[in-house]
């Protein structure tokens, strides 16, 4: 069975709207073949396919329908960069549309290592431009979330939009480690007992295999300053995912 027809097969019932290419397809193909069992059609929402700013994405929303059609979270699944697929994020993107009454939209962002960093941030970011842009919603009604990896690339967005400019979103809604280690003080951290299951070396690992760019995560207080003007940041998760 080709990529594209595996991908089909296995994410019924999800209305399939969108397009993308053939070696994106093949990617999540095979993750959703790896994690099968962490797959789930989640009751009381609707998922449907599509594509924003060329990325593939699943939308989620209440079977009611939406309260706040004005409101749209932009969740980013976790994987250490390397793993993972929006359709495991659905029990997370789940309880955040019908918790909020809005939609969610989950990317399937490229993953290393057969796309290095930074394809992933320039997916997030690309999913956002499209939300405040063509999507029609209105920066300050957009919110980024993600766990584990998905967390910190969340955090990415916003500092990159910062630099290029773009309106903030709304709010940040974090469950990942990786995330804390960009967001808080050092000294912080180095408090936090529940910060015991990712430590630096795992990190440094990681950047070692080229997952992702450590150099500024040395920056330690002068990142936390740097960030203090960025939008509302809320750690979800007190232990990693």
């Known amino acids: 069975m080709s990529p594209d027809r595996c991908l089909r097969a296995h994410f019924v019932p999800v209305r399939d709207s969108g397009a993308m290419t053939p070696e994106l397809a093949q990617q999540i193909a095979l993750q959703e073949q790896f994690f099968a069992p962490l797959i789930i059609q989640p009751e009381g929402v609707i998922l449907t396919r599509d594509e924003l700013g060329g990325v593939p994405v699943e939308w989620t929303e209440p079977t009611t329908g939406v309260t706040r059609p004005d409101l749209v979270v932009a969740y980013f699944h976790g994987g250490g960069y390397s793993s993972g697929l929006a359709a495991w994020a659905r029990p997370a993107a789940a309880r955040l549309a019908l918790g909020l009454g809005c939609r969610v939209v989950a990317a399937d962002y490229r993953l290393t290592p057969q796309f290095p960093y930074p394809a992933a941030h320039e997916d997030a970011l690309a999913v956002y431009r499209h939300l405040i842009g063509p999507g029609g919603f209105a920066p300050g009604k957009v919110a980024v979330a993600g766990d584990s990896a998905g967390g910190a690339i969340s955090l990415s967005l916003m500092a990159d939009a910062r630099d290029l400019g773009l309106p903030q979103p709304a709010c940040g809604m974090l469950n990942s480690v990786w995330a804390v ?15 015991a299951l990712m430590d630096r070396s795992m990190v440094e690992a990681a950047n070692a295999m080229r997952f992702f760019e450590l150099e500024w995560l040395d920056l330690g207080d002068a990142l936390a300053d740097e960030l203090a003007n960025a939008p509302e940041v809320a750690e979800i998760g007190r232990a990693h995912v």
């Open 181 to 195: 280690r960009l967001w808080m003080k050092q000294r912080k951290l180095a408090k936090n007992r529940h910060d």
